[in-house]
């Protein structure tokens, strides 16, 4: 199975700061890479796909890139409402995630 | 509106068989695929499983000898079984509406809609 791997696990940033998250697999996995949100009360929403098509609703202030082994997620100025874990997943069946990244305010 | 909604019992005993029923509306369970995904407390989420669209089944294959995974397309549910539950099966388990966007290959599919999830617990 292909390992994925998120850096960091956590992260405190203020409002209107630009964040990065990392995903590294363990093998190509050819951008087939998504990017999903979890809140505080279990909700999970698809973010980013294919490494960085966004999803339909989702705000326009996150976007994804990378190629290869190496991706990441990036909120250009981070809002209250995106206080959450993050989870990068891969296409290849069976579909893994990484640990997540959990995103608090500072 | 796309909705699923995961139900079943919050306590299982270990060597028993966990029983799951995810509901959907807003789709045709015959033109979506849907999976199964659980998340034990403080871990990645683990994909467990789909139903296709067809009503062909897809195991990951670390479980795929305890998992069974069926549905009943005329009331809009897909099921999950497990059996010889132990406590590391204790997480979350969530129902996901799976959409292909551009190809025929299983990597063209993402998870597009959760369920709310169901909290399962494996104990005596």
């Known amino acids: 199975d292909i390992k994925m791997t998120q850096s960091p696990s956590s992260l405190s940033a203020s409002l209107g700061e630009r964040v990065t998250i990392s995903c590294r697999a363990s093998e190509n996995i050819n951008n087939y890479l998504s990017w999903y949100q979890k809140k505080e009360d279990g909700s999970v929403k698809l973010l980013i796909y294919?490494?960085?098509r966004l999803q339909p609703g989702a705000p326009s202030r996150f976007s994804g890139s990378g190629s290869g082994k190496d991706y990441s997620l990036t909120i250009s100025g981070l809002e209250s409402e995106d206080i959450a874990t993050y989870y990068c997943q891969q296409g290849y069946t069976p579909y893994t995630f990484g640990a997540g990244t959990k995103l608090e305010l500072k | 509106q796309v909705q699923l909604k995961e139900s079943g019992p919050g306590l299982v005993q270990p060597s028993e068989t966990l029983s799951l029923t995810c509901t959907v509306s807003?789709?045709?369970?015959?033109?979506?695929?849907v999976s199964w995904v659980r998340q034990p407390s403080g871990k990645g989420p683990e994909w467990m499983g789909r139903?296709?669209?067809?009503?062909?089944?897809a195991y990951n294959s670390a479980l795929k000898s305890r998992l069974s995974i069926s549905r009943d397309t005329s009331k809009n549910q897909v099921f999950l079984k497990m059996n010889s539950l132990q406590t590391d099966d204790t997480g979350t388990y969530y129902c996901?509406?799976?959409?292909?966007?551009?190809?025929?290959?299983?990597?063209?599919?993402?998870?597009?809609?959760w369920g709310q999830g169901a909290s399962v617990t494996v104990s005596s």
């Open positions: 807003g789709f045709s369970l015959t033109s979506y695929s």
């Open positions: 996901t509406r799976d959409r292909n966007y551009g190809g025929y290959s299983e990597r063209y599919y993402v998870m597009d809609a």
């Open positions: 139903m296709w669209y067809d009503g062909d089944t």
């Open positions: 294919h490494t960085s």
